[in-house]
């Protein structure tokens, strides 16, 4: 019998190794959805150790996923000759540093008004890539070509979605693998016991403060990551990418997929892009059922998918699955 401690590695392997087959088994529009889906999830990810873990209520997580996105789009336009990794490694710096600072300055406050203060600084952000013309191109964005991929010894062309698509599965896989290791850590489960009583923390010594800080600093570069590979993926970026529907997007992937478990979000994800895909070809008035769902969701299931999936596991594993066994313990990996 497989060790429990092994099953989340073992879990791992077979994402990357079903990702690896997909661009055998799916057409190249199917392939584009799951390389867009791969990239939210990442952002949902983020979003996820923000609310899931720390109970941080964000309005503007956006500005992290924007800034990312611009940042590589400018970059790439107006520094001839940067390669892929540096445009990346541009999106991750600055989000690292818009995080540092932003969080320096919210994280004084808690509850609403921390929430509505990260809508003021995402509605700020949106204003000067919408106002910044001459940078940002305003409502009409930037388009950009995506650089070849060097490893030293060769290159790739990264203008064919399959080899993208790769180079996402890779990078973004990682970076997932990377944020659920972290909340393995003690710094990880620090977040979580700050979350369900801080002054206890306070009390044996833990600066509450700067391991919020730290978090919410982490959370910034990876929703920046996510932008960087949203502008590569779209080759376009535009005030959308930063803008609060943004932030609401990924705040309905989480709530779906549920903040219970680190990897609801990710089939939250998975869920909002094959329905806003799909639900777009039939209606102009898709957002309208997004949100329905949204309600639903919340009212009558607010553990998400993973509750509905725990749910199904009890039932098959004998457990009574009417009880209080519904409801995923928030916060488990």
């Known amino acids: 019998m497989i060790a429990k401690k092994n099953r989340p590695y073992l879990f791992i392997a077979f994402l990357f190794a079903l990702g690896a087959v997909m661009p055998v088994l799916l057409r190249q529009y199917h392939l584009n959805m799951l390389t867009e889906i791969i990239v939210f999830a990442l952002y949902a990810v983020s979003y996820n150790l923000l609310l899931g873990y720390a109970g941080l209520l964000s309005f503007g997580h956006a500005m992290f996923f924007g800034m990312g996105a611009f940042t590589v789009a400018v970059s790439l336009i107006h520094i001839p000759g940067l390669s892929l990794w540096g445009a990346i490694g541009l999106a991750i710096a600055m989000t690292t540093v818009v995080g540092f600072v932003t969080g320096g300055l919210l994280l004084r406050h808690k509850g609403a008004y921390f929430a509505l203060l990260t809508l003021a600084f995402n509605s700020l952000f949106y204003a000067v890539a919408t106002k910044w013309h001459t940078v940002t ?16 010894f060769t290159t790739i062309n990264m203008a064919g979605l399959t080899s993208f698509y790769y180079f996402t599965l890779v990078i973004i896989g990682a970076a997932i693998v990377f944020c659920w290791y972290f909340t393995q850590t003690a710094m990880g489960q620090t977040v979580l016991m700050m979350r369900e009583n801080e002054e206890r ?3 044996l010594g833990y600066n509450t403060n700067i391991s919020r800080l730290i978090l919410f600093t982490f959370t910034g570069a990876v929703a920046g990551l996510a932008g960087a590979f949203y502008t590569l993926h779209f080759q376009f970026c535009s005030q959308s990418a930063i803008s609060v529907d943004m932030t609401t997007t990924v705040l309905l992937m989480t709530f779906v997929g549920g903040t219970g478990t680190f990897w609801g979000p990710m089939m939250g994800a998975l869920v909002y892009v094959v329905l806003q895909n799909y639900l777009s070809d039939i209606t102009d008035r898709w957002p309208l059922f997004m949100g329905l769902i949204f ?14 999936i725990q749910y199904v596991r009890n039932l098959f594993s004998g457990r009574n699955g009417t009880d209080k066994s519904l409801a995923v313990k928030e916060g488990s990996s």
């Open 137 to 152: 191109g305003g409502d009409d964005g930037l388009s950009v070509t995506r650089p070849d991929l060097s490893l030293g």
């Open 201 to 203: 923390m306070k009390f």
């Open 295 to 308: 309600v639903f969701m919340v009212l009558f299931i607010p553990g998400g998918l993973t509750q509905i």
